[in-house]
């Protein structure tokens, strides 16, 4: 099989869970192992742009070892986060995706006003945070969601996004 | 039993000082971490081990930025005498009546039909350290109980909701650099 050869010289670099960071920075053997994930990651190489909401859910449940409650929350995310990417502004649509010290998923952006997090606790419970800046003169927010069962998860992403 | 290594400045050695057990209004807290990790805080912050230097007094300065680079624990972190590693600066912008700084949190549940209510706090203390004497800690109470390594998952490990709370309040002190209990923009909780 032929290899992959992908050019990053002129992909824009963010970070976080850019795949193409993931397969430029490592070793040729971690590289490989990046790209058997990727090829089994639905949508993630055959996506018009590298940084497409569905990608960074994809790569996220296959490299952050969600726990299945959290993979269930992702999915759902992911499902919500693609809706909005049709109706909103692509250059705000810009988030990360990782893993915090105590097992949380937390999906997180930087705006000119602070830092936005949606929390995945390994209990499938949710919380979300936006931290003003000092000299943003806007509201911190914390919300916690115990059941999410009947959750609107398109609700929380268009406030994510709006903060 | 005194300091022995030997690029910790004389001035930060303990030498038999007490704690200063009070904190002063627009003193400065120094707390190393990664560059990187301050864009996002809560990604990295546990409750358990959570350091600082103190500034000190206004009128007898205990520390500077760069000491909280000094590495006071060789074998926990390798032989250089400092880390590489940012430094943020957190100024205590407001304090209890007596100086001091804690913040509770309770949150009452439903849980079998009866209330089930938990505290968790964040108790700032001048805990010195024989090659570190401006060494502070945030201590963190669960039900009045301190946090370790050891009991952390048992305690607020099992309750999502004031470990994300708690953790929060440290990510905002990060993000303002500002060491405040109530936050000017404060938005009630839903």
């Known amino acids: 099989m032929s290899e992959i050869i992908i050019d990053t010289n002129n992909i824009k670099q963010d970070k976080g869970l850019n795949k193409y960071n993931l397969l430029q920075s490592q ?5 490989h192992q990046y790209n058997e994930v990727f090829e089994l990651v639905q949508g993630s190489l055959t996506t018009v742009t590298d940084n497409d909401a569905q990608s960074k859910f994809n790569v ?32 705000r649509l810009r988030f ?23 929390i995945i606790n390994d209990d499938g ?33 268009f406030k994510f996004f709006s903060l | 039993m005194p300091c022995h290594l030997p690029y910790i400045p004389q001035r930060l050695h303990c030498n038999g000082r007490p704690d200063i057990n009070q904190f002063y209004l627009h003193e400065y807290l120094f707390r190393r971490c990664l560059e990187k990790d301050k864009e996002n805080p809560f990604l990295t912050i546990s409750l358990v081990d959570v350091s600082v230097n103190r500034s000190g007094p206004p009128d007898n300065i205990l520390s500077v ?25 957190l100024q205590i912008t407001e304090l209890t009546e ?7 949190q309770t949150i009452v549940k439903e849980l079998k039909n009866q209330p089930n209510e938990h505290t968790c706090s964040i108790n700032l203390r001048h805990k010195k350290e024989e090659c570190m004497y401006p060494h502070c800690a945030f201590e963190i109470y669960y039900d009045d109980i301190e946090l ?8 607020i490990g099992r309750n999502k909701h004031l470990r994300t709370w708690c953790k929060n309040e ?8 500002e060491v405040r209990i109530t936050w000017s923009f404060d938005e009630p909780e839903s």
């Open chain 1, 60 to 91: 996220a449940i296959s490299i952050l070892e969600p726990t299945a409650h959290q993979t269930e929350t992702l999915i759902r995310f992911r499902d919500s986060f693609k809706n909005i990417e049709a109706q909103i502004d692509p250059e």
């Open chain 1, 96 to 118: 990360e995706v990782d893993k915090a010290a105590d097992n949380e998923i937390c999906i997180y952006r930087k705006s000119i006003n602070g830092v936005t997090n949606i």
């Open chain 2, 148 to 155: 370790t390594f050891e009991n952390h998952d048992d305690l």
């Open chain 2, 65 to 89: 930025p760069g000491d909280v680079l000094f590495n006071t624990s060789p074998g926990k972190y390798g032989d250089t005498e400092r880390l590489n590693m940012a430094v943020t600066p």
């Open chain 2, 170 to 177: 440290l990510a905002k002190m990060i993000i303002k650099e």
């Open chain 1, 125 to 157: 419970s949710i919380a979300f945070s936006f931290i003003a800046y000092k000299d943003a003169n806007k509201n911190d927010v914390f919300d916690f969601y115990d059941n999410c069962d009947q959750f609107d998860y398109e609700s929380l992403v």
């Open chain 2, 98 to 104: 007596n100086n001091n700084y804690i913040k509770r």
């Open chain 1, 27 to 31: 070793s040729d053997d971690i590289r």
